[in-house]
């Protein structure tokens, strides 16, 4: 019987072979079952579930159950590939891989996303990846992209969306990120008209979903475009999330409660003139009204038609002649009359 305090032959011997390959070491690692799956002990047997590996040089540390990779590490699991340069690996008792810590920066892609980091570790039980400062998810283009039609918004993006924080836990199995802090999204749209145009929104935390292709922002939202138009709000108003569509045939960014920004209004050049500008000279040409078109309830009955009048005449009336009075006669003063005299008293 083994000693408890007798190492694992197997497992050294295991480790011995790894660090003393002269060149890049590549293997499987098994994966520890999960204990759910011993709590279905009726469920068949599921096939062991194994990690990739490669990295330019490995040793055995003096922590039990733990392998140093380095120059050149790169993990596989499902669809989804990490890089690193170094990382502390761990095993269970039965050398079955748990987890692994980056050494350095981290890389780690899949089909759908791209992820970088400063620092960052995964949980190769939960296939969840855990990144740290610095941290840039960019959302590839799926393949439909090339031939998705012309009226198409997507097409119009440079990139769908990009995504940085300085935080997040990153499920490449389901590809499911939370963001429990601060985060920024960017948005680039080509168009014909106005060529590049940028879309920045920020948020407290938030939650992406690849798979939805949606990005659900919380907290105190703002969202700024590149032409200068502004929108804000908090929605821990209703408990509703700002909610960002990039799916093909569905791109939106739904604000579900009350908002307040600015809108700029958008110059259209006129003969070299500027409608906004308010020193432009007014226009007050007399608008030409429609022409008049018949109906029905036009055209009088033959109980209440009216006579037909001639239009009034526009002709202006003619001065009545000049009237011209004869000069009055002369009139000539009554002629006086001559004077009285009256006889002296006592004579005839």
């Known amino acids: 019987m083994r000693s408890k305090s007798m190492p694992n032959t197997r497992w050294i011997a295991r480790l011995t072979a790894l660090t003393l390959l002269p060149a890049a070491a590549a293997g499987l690692f098994l994966v520890r079952p999960s204990a759910v799956l011993h709590a279905q002990s009726s469920a068949p047997a599921a096939a062991p579930e194994t990690v990739s590996y490669q990295s330019g040089s490995s040793q055995y540390l003096s922590a039990p159950h733990t392998l140093e990779l380095s120059q050149g590490v790169q993990f596989g699991q499902d ?14 008792k039965d050398n079955n891989v ?3 810590k980056a050494q350095g920066p981290v890389h780690l892609y899949d089909t759908q996303d791209d992820l970088t980091g400063q620092h960052g570790s995964v949980d190769f039980t939960k296939h969840l990846a855990t990144l740290r400062d610095s941290i840039v998810l960019v ?8 031939s998705a039609g012309g009226s198409s918004l997507r097409r119009q993006f440079k990139d769908p969306a990009t995504l940085t924080c300085q935080m997040m836990t990153y499920d490449y199995r389901f590809k499911i990120g939370r963001i429990p802090g601060p985060l920024t999204v960017t948005q680039v749209i080509q168009t014909k008209e106005d060529g590049l145009q940028t879309r920045t929104l920020t948020a407290d935390a938030g939650l992406y979903n690849g798979k939805a292709e949606t990005i659900q ?3 105190d939202i703002k969202i700024t475009n590149s032409d200068g138009s502004k929108v804000q709000g908090d929605t821990r108003q209703l408990g509703l999330p700002v909610s960002l569509y990039i799916k093909e045939g569905a791109e939106l960014l739904s604000v579900p ?10 110059p259209q050049a006129k003969n070299g003139k500027d409608d906004t ?3 432009d000279e007014p226009d007050l040409t007399l608008p030409v009204p429609p022409p008049h078109i018949p109906t029905s309830a036009d055209k009088p009955t033959a109980s209440t038609q009216a006579p037909i009048q001639a239009p009034p005449s526009q002709t202006l009336p003619a001065a009545p002649p000049a009237v011209t009075t004869p000069p009055a006669p002369a009139q000539t003063p009554p002629a006086a009359a001559a004077p009285t005299t009256a006889a002296p008293a006592g004579k005839p």
């Open 98 to 100: 748990i987890s692994a």
């Open 257 to 266: 409660f009350k908002t307040i920004g600015v809108f700029p209004v958008k």
């Open 277 to 279: 500008n308010t020193d």
């Open 79 to 92: 669809d989804a590939i990490l890089k690193t340069n170094a990382a502390v690996t761990l095993f269970d």
């Open 217 to 219: 922002l919380v907290g």
């Open 139 to 146: 959302v590839k283009p799926g393949k439909r992209e090339a």
